[in-house]
């Protein structure tokens, strides 16, 4: 199969979100070169995504699990967002890919497709993906080596997501869905603490690791990957973190490796 190098200059920044209030003035100032704002947050005011769609280029996250009943509201979704001027979609399966393509929208692949080697990265070309998000498992000489078939980014700030639930972890724990009042935590045997989000709207539980990956001080090496961008993904930070994370990539320090990965 053939091999294709990245770009040599270093990647540009591509940002991810999980709530609305977490779009600062400071981030769109920053201008990112996509920015990942969950489908179901879009589609709460379409208004307001006219005018960010014309601020910055805006991808739609979908939901990672989405059932044969739900599919029908999930493209009607894609649409009304297409209509406000969003025309790209982040999936984290493949079985998104074409009711996505149904909708006349453009993929990208996110970390969930587990993209871990040149056959594959030439696969999401052969799928026509626009950008693909490499494995987190990988090392980075493996992600330097890896054929480029698709516009490559990595993530180098956030919490890896770690399982989906189909039950709501809260509503097992207490009887009660409380979803939507904040973010919850589930606590292993040693203390350690997992925020729980939501999988998109619905009430599936996504469990994602207590420590964030900090690769924002290393940034020279980065750029020396082949990537088209590198992800910020803020989960579970208010809007003066954020402003504090984009600073902290904007002027880097060295991070404190007791609180992250």
């Known amino acids: 199969q053939p091999h294709y190098a990245g770009p040599k200059e270093p990647p540009a920044p591509v940002i991810q979100v999980t709530t609305k209030e977490q779009i600062t003035g400071r981030l769109l100032k920053m201008q990112p070169a996509v920015l990942y704002v969950p ?18 280029r805006v991808c739609a996250v979908l939901p990672k699990i989405v059932h044969d009943g739900e599919m029908e509201t999930l493209k009607q979704g894609m649409l009304a967002v297409r209509r406000a001027g969003v025309r790209e979609v982040l999936v984290g399966n493949l079985g998104l890919v074409l009711p996505a393509r149904d909708c006349r929208m453009d993929v990208r692949g996110d970390t969930s497709l587990n993209l871990y080697s040149s056959v594959a990265m030439n696969a999401a070309r052969e799928l026509e993906l626009i950008s693909a998000t490499v494995s987190a498992e990988m090392t980075l000489p493996q992600i330097r080596d890896v054929s480029k078939a698709v516009p490559a ?11 989906v639930t189909e039950n709501c972890l809260i509503k097992g724990r207490t009887g009660s869905c409380t ?36 690769l924002l001080d290393r940034q020279n090496d980065l750029s020396r990957l082949g990537l088209w961008a590198t992800r910020l993904y803020f989960t579970t930070e208010n809007p003066r973190e954020v402003d504090m994370v984009l600073q902290s990539y904007l002027s880097p320090v060295p991070f404190d490796p007791g609180a992250c990965t």
Do not use: W
């Not at 179901?40 to 995504?49: D, G, K, R, V, Y």
């Not at 935590?185 to 690791?209: Q, Y």
């Open 39 to 56: 489908l179901h947050i879009l589609l709460e005011n379409l208004a307001f995504t006219h005018e960010l769609h014309n601020r910055v």
């Open 153 to 163: 980014e990595m993530l180098c700030y956030g919490r890896m997501p770690l399982m």
């Open 179 to 214: 979803c939507n009042q904040g973010i919850a935590k589930l606590t292993d045997k040693t203390g350690a603490e997992f925020p729980i989000l939501k999988d998109g709207n619905s009430c599936r539980s996504v469990l994602h690791n207590g420590k964030k990956l900090n």
